[in-house]
């Protein structure tokens, strides 16, 4: 059984979703937070693909600092590597969770290393 917090972030993602729309040329930079891990995408929606993805939770990926420093170099890295296929602006699709924190770390240093959106 889902909890009030878990209704209430599905009910603002349902909503954010209905006005959020990526294309190959401008995609949606999609995040999911856990508890410990955080996951970033670009995802075409109109094919159905994910185009570019980034998470806490890859082999190469070095733990430093806290969870806010980590959603931090999860946006540079997002960032690179859709400069690398050749994506420039992104739609921020916050998946419902609150743009503070973690979230607007990952934002912010997208942002930083060239993601405009």
Same mark, same amino acid.
């Given at each position: 059984?889902?909890?009030?917090?878990?209704?209430? %972030?599905?009910?603002?993602?349902?909503?954010i979703?209905k006005k959020?729309?990526?294309?190959?040329q401008?995609?949606?930079l999609t995040?999911?937070?856990?508890?410990?891990e955080?996951?970033?995408?670009?995802?075409?929606d109109?094919k159905?693909?994910?185009?570019?993805s980034?998470? @806490? %939770?890859?082999?190469n990926?070095?733990r430093?600092? @806290?969870?806010?420093e980590e @959603?931090?170099?999860?946006?540079?890295?997002?960032a690179e %590597?859709a400069k690398s296929?050749?994506?420039? @602006?992104?739609?921020f699709?916050?998946?419902?969770?609150?743009?503070?924190? %973690?979230?607007?770390?990952?934002?912010?240093?997208?942002?930083?290393?060239?993601?405009?959106?």
């Amino acid at each position: 059984m889902a909890t009030k917090k878990e209704i209430r %972030r599905f009910k603002l993602k349902m909503i954010i979703r209905k006005k959020v729309n990526g294309t190959s040329q401008k995609p949606r930079l999609t995040i999911f937070r856990s508890n410990k891990e955080i996951y970033a995408q670009l995802v075409d929606d109109v094919k159905g693909i994910t185009l570019v993805s980034a998470s @806490s %939770r890859e082999k190469n990926f070095e733990r430093k600092g @806290s969870k806010i420093e980590e @959603s931090a170099m999860i946006g540079k890295i997002i960032a690179e %590597r859709a400069k690398s296929v050749g994506i420039a @602006s992104v739609v921020f699709d916050r998946n419902g969770y609150l743009y503070h924190g %973690r979230v607007k770390s990952l934002a912010d240093a997208a942002r930083e290393a060239g993601l405009k959106f």
